[in-house]
């Protein structure tokens, strides 16, 4: 092992590892890019997160930096969970859910538990945290809550951020915080620490007091946006403070998190749903804006569209004809609603009308295992993300941009011309209530046409997003691979603001450097991997 590697071992209570297979191992998470670790470590506890800080700290403070990549189970699609230092990985050890207060559902957990875990305790309590993405299974909290994640019941509930009331952070030179909203005197009171929190607290304040009008100023008409660092509610008008909202969404690039408190929600399994399709996009967009327009707001607006159902169709013919034979929709909407039975009753009796007014059919259905047959059709789309065309795979190069809903039709059309443009075959799915969809164009990164289409096909489509007044990532974040557009998303003084924030919680640049600020495309293309795979999806357990 090196050098630093058996320092770091006989400092902390976890492994330190470095072999060629580990470092291998680390190397890729669920994006296109690959980024080799100098070493992993595996923290006990916080106190090793420290003490791998400390270290770093030491060193960067004598001119050397060696960065530190916080990671969960490595299922990041833009290259958040790479690294070429130190790299922290959770699920290992730091995995347990800590506390859980049934009288009011706020729970209290590790970075490294398991989301699905965490989920399936919650609801053996009749709760949940509605802001699971659709990789809950083999995805951690420390994830979510780094990345901001949201998946299909976002659309009434909101994102991970929604929920997250108190984070505790080791910063980047080892001290601990613990985060959550503070009033007036007890800022006053962080304001006059000594401390690198002290600093920290004074920076922050500092920037959005001098920044206020620039800060107010901006905002996207989207519902969903992970994209930069969210700076919007962490001072309020009645003086309080809170730096928990900075954090969530930050990626690792502003401090490593140890433990998460979350609040949850009630949950209630018995739903209505509606499966509706339409002959064309537009009546699609006007069902989607009335359907947003409801008092009685759906639990989710989920689509997949006729394009996909084609695509799929062609390798797992039996699969698609079962759940909805040829010919095709232009679009297929799942509309769920959750709500108490008298208002879901009230609720699915308005969705009718809309339907009945837009779609060219619809079904009902409130029995479980009726639905979770047609939600079936939904998932049809993790088929169209692991299918290829000779070497060619599909690939997440184009997958997370947001438009304002009244944009929706011409997002999609948009995006079979510019697949078209490009000669890809093309379907789409994802959460049509918030205007955010996915496509994944199969792509050989082996050679260099297909690594030159995935850099021409992102410009291309983050061009047409912003275009449309949109957002570059709903749920997935900057990580590597989007934060080169972060710019043109936010323009240069929005842009300069959260540099800033970067060197007042990271002056080293130390912390996940390369992910969301200061990246540009020539940092990106040199770590495209040629050979895109899925191990991330299915083993993240350590190795030694
Ligand atoms: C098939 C598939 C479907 C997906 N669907 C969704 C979806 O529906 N919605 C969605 O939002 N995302 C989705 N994702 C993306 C990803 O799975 C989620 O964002 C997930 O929450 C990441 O969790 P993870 O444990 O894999 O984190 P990782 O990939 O390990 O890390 C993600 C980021 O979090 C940081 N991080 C991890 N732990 C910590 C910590 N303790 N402190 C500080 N930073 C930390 C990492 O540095 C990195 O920046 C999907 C991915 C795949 C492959």
New binding site residues.
Partial sequence: MSKIGHYLQEHVTGEVLDTPEIRRYFAT??SILTLPPMLVVYPHDENDVRKVARFSWQLAERNRVIPI?????????GG??LGQGLMVV?PAHMNRIVEFDSKSGSVTVE?GVN?GKLQQTLMTHGRFLPSY???LEY??I??????N???DKSFKYGDTRKFVRGLRVVLANGEVIQTGRLNKRELSRKLGLSTFEGEIYRGIDALLEEKQETIGKFSLPVTRNTAGYQLANVKNDDGSFDLTPLFVGS??TL????EVTLETEVHNPETTLFVATFDSLDAAQQAIMELRAMSEVPSAIEMVDGKLLETVAATNPSKVKTLMPAPYPAIVLLVEFDDVERAQRKAAKRAQKIFNTYAAACQVETELDKQSRLWKIRELS?IA?VQSTGHAKAVPVIDDGVVPVDKFAEYIQGLYELCRRNKLPVGVWGHAGDGNVRVQPHLDLSQIGGRQTAFRVMEEYYKLVIGLGGTTSG???D?RLRAPYLKALYGDEMYAIFEKVKQVFDPYNML?PG?KVNVTLDDIRPLVREDYGHV??FDHLPRS
């Fill in positions: 998470d669920a990549t916080a990671r969960g189970s490595g299922t990041d699609l958040a969970a959770f970075p989301f993405p659709a990789s995805s951690t420390g994830g979510a809550v780094a990345n994640a949201s998946g990626q690792g401090g490593i998190v140890t993790t993300a749920a997935y974040n990580g996940n992910v991330h999806r």
